[in-house]
């Protein structure tokens, strides 16, 4: 390799403004411990080619069939590729064949898959939904269909980039070369190949050049990167390409009729973390409280019951939470997590499981943090 071709990093897509996109695993040249951890997060995790590694559900006979009201579904193995076939029950009886190309969720809740056609990407019908092991039925999906377009307004919270051929981005016809999949650095650190030519060029350097400086954010502007994915309507109306927003960015003047969406409404568990954690006398009464406060995005957290206590203990003492009159005695080994932000069903998120005739609830933490029965 040449000096010059180490110097100039591979660019692999061009942000809307200008700014190009790189490699995620150049970063992993200086920071290798950050980028080794990030690399098993759930933001990381949260898109992926559809391969055996990454598709959870089963293709195994007998656990790979999905059958709803007007169609019927049967996942399978062909030649190392993964496919869904769909015949109608009704009406036209054509066996229809899709190939699974692309996983959207990281597996701990469940997994929804996409397929390409041509440059056209679709959301196939079929999910998979851990609690039961099984596959089941798209979230807000119509049973009778097999697949529905997707935008960058369902891609921009699971890929770091996508290419849109609309500068809206309400088509659902991409550069297929130009999607970068995961949560990966620059999702959050914005584009940065001037960051890594001025450190390969200036190896000596201590001041992090042509990067995103959260030290110098406001708070609003903190909470901002994550509510773009975490806020509800707030995160999906986006004005323009649902890509332009970047952090150190003001939410609000990307987000339509923003003042709508701040209305007293009834907060859903699913997708609104940062309208539920605003309504918390713990974020409401520490006025420097953001979502990093509690959450690293480098590391992969979650179900660290301990981690998440100590974050809690930081602020609240024991012994003056037990002098407030309660029936509760307070220990600093409880898991203050399950009683204070308990897993709750959501009213949004719903799947049909074949057998059983009533929805089944995602449970999801809940971020309103309080006091429940």
């Known amino acids: ?55 959870k559900g089963s293709f195994n006979e007998g656990y790979n069939e999905l059958n709803l009201t007007g169609v019927r579904f049967k996942m ?75 935008d960058d307004t369902c891609l921009k919270c699971h890929v770091t980039f996508a ?41 000596n350097s201590k001041s992090a050049a042509y990067v995103d400086d959260y030290s110098t954010y406001s708070r609003q502007q903190r909470l901002d990167v994550c509510a773009v994915c975490h806020s509800g309507l707030q995160a999906q109306q986006i004005k323009g390409n649902p890509f332009s927003f970047l952090s150190g960015d003001t939410l609000s003047l990307y987000s339509k009729n923003f003042r709508s969406y701040n209305l007293p409404l009834e907060l859903d568990v699913h997708g609104n973390q940062m309208g539920l954690l605003s309504k918390s006398a713990c974020f409401v009464n520490t006025p420097k409280m953001d979502c990093m406060t509690c959450h690293d995005p480098h590391e992969a957290e979650r179900g660290n019951a301990d981690h998440f206590n100590n974050k ?40 049909s499981v074949e057998g059983q005739e009533d929805e089944i609830p995602v449970y999801i933490r809940s971020h309103l943090i309080g006091i429940y029965d």
């Open 1 to 55: 390799m040449k000096i010059s071709d180490y110097l100039e990093p591979e660019i692999v897509a061009t942000h809307y403004n200008g700014a190009n996109f790189v490699g995620s695993e150049t970063c992993m040249e200086c920071h290798p411990d950050i980028y080794k951890s990030h690399l098993e997060t759930a933001h990381y995790k949260t898109s992926a080619i559809a391969d055996n590694e990454h598709v």
């Open 76 to 150: 399978t193995e062909l030649n190392n590729h993964l496919y869904q076939y769909a015949k109608a029950k009704f009406g036209d009886t054509l066996e229809v064949r899709s190939k699974l190309d692309l996983v959207i969720g990281s597996g701990v809740k469940g997994q929804s898959y996409l397929t390409w056609n041509g440059n056209e990407l679709y959301q196939l019908q079929p999910s998979y939904f851990q609690p039961t092991g099984s596959w089941v039925n798209s979230p807000s999906f119509p049973e009778y269909a097999v697949r529905r377009e997707v």
């Open 163 to 203: 290419k849109n051929t609309n500068p809206k981005g309400n088509s659902n016809t991409y550069d297929r070369e130009k999607l970068l999949l995961g949560i990966d650095c620059q999702r959050c650190h914005g584009p940065l190949e001037k960051h890594v030519v001025y450190h390969r060029n200036t190896p």
């Open 312 to 351: 809690c203990l930081t602020c609240h003492n024991v012994n003056s939470i037990n002098t407030d009159n309660l029936d509760v005695n307070h220990t600093v080994d409880q898991n203050c997590i399950s009683c204070h932000m308990p897993l709750s069903p959501s009213k949004v998120m719903k799947l």
